[in-house]
């Protein structure tokens, strides 16, 4: 009998020499880049996200399926310029990432960025009795840990790195320089007791496919699957979420960071399904912040990837 078994699909093996010399560019990149200010190289990364948009056609596909589904109400030419736009806010996002540690002082960050709703999501974190916070691929999500770590509060972000070890290395680098810890995806669960326990806010980005086992919610009128760690981790822990966003401002290194979500711990307490509530809870407030400005999601993910069986077997 022949072997029906499906082939795991082999990953390729990077080289070292290669990633090395990657890294190198890099570098030599972001010493060019020194040579301009913020908004000329913002005004680059503009264009660069534009050609992409033009020649990813793979993303630019997926990203106006997304538009099309989501948006079903907007017209062709309104769902092609917020597609090709939130392009550009991918490309501008690598340029905030390399100049925040350059640009981002404690002296000047009211220069940078101004807050809404932020004020109770602050005394929480001071007490000290931990904190999970929640945003999405969404305007400049790599500033808000910065600039909390910056002033003195225990952050920790959950992140996946780079194939490439040395870039992801180097970027860590830049990321953690003001004081938020990063952790890698794959390890992160073993130590977020601990961190919990620490009284320490852990910060997530909550918008990704979970795969099959995830749990369906509504994200946009279409069911998506989601995460349950951070719902079993409130419940576990009896400890509030907070959903929160950063949002450009114009086309310059200038973000309005806000709140528009705190879920307390006695709302869920008498839910029947407290973790499928939580979850629901916090991807409807992620959608909010999402459509005050759909040009800044990240439309390109395969958010809605995975199916409910109950979908399946529809079909």
Same mark, same amino acid.
């Given at each position: ?145 910065? =600039?909390?770590?910056? +002033?003195? %509060?225990? #952050? ?5 790195? *780079?194939?490439?070890?040395? !870039? ?80 450009? =401002?114009?086309?310059? +290194?200038? %973000?309005? #960071? ?5 879920? *307390?711990?006695?709302?869920? !307490? ?46």
């Amino acid at each position: 009998m022949a072997d029906v078994t499906p082939k795991k699909k082999k990953h390729k093996k990077h080289s070292l020499l290669n990633d090395w010399l990657g890294y190198v560019a890099l570098r030599i990149l972001i010493v060019f880049l020194s040579l301009f200010d913020i908004k000329t190289n913002l005004n680059t990364a503009c264009f660069l996200g534009r050609l992409l948009w033009k020649h990813y056609h793979r993303g630019r596909k997926r990203a106006l399926d997304n538009l099309r589904a989501s948006f079903p109400e907007k017209g062709e030419k309104w769902i092609w310029q917020t597609g090709k736009r939130s392009f550009e806010h991918i490309a501008m996002l690598a340029i905030d990432v390399l100049f925040t540690p350059r640009l981002t002082k404690k002296y000047n960050w009211r220069d940078y960025s101004r807050y809404k709703n932020a004020e109770r999501a602050k005394w929480l974190m001071r007490e000290k009795r931990g904190l999970l916070m929640v945003t999405a691929h969404y305007g400049n999500f790599e500033i808000i840990g910065y =600039i909390l770590g910056m +002033f003195g %509060f225990n #952050i920790y972000s959950i992140a996946r790195p *780079l194939d490439n070890k040395f !870039i992801s290395r180097y970027l860590y680098g830049v990321r953690q320089r003001a004081g938020q810890t990063i952790l890698d995806k794959k390890g992160a669960a073993k130590m977020m007791e601990q961190i919990i326990s620490s009284g320490a806010t852990l910060c997530f980005i909550a918008d990704q496919d979970a795969g099959r086992k995830g749990i369906f919610v509504d994200f946009f009128g279409r069911k998506a699957s989601t995460y349950k760690s951070i719902g079993l981790i409130a419940v576990t822990r009896d400890i509030p979420i907070v959903v929160g966003y950063c949002r450009r =401002i114009g086309r310059s +290194f200038n %973000f309005e #960071i806000g709140v528009n979500r705190i879920i *307390l711990p006695k709302e869920w !307490i008498k839910k029947e399904k407290p973790l499928e509530w939580i979850t629901a809870e916090y991807t409807k407030a992620i959608e909010t912040f999402i459509r005050e400005d759909p040009t800044q999601y990240w439309w390109l993910h395969r958010r809605w990837k995975h199916r409910p069986k109950s979908e399946q077997k529809k079909a």
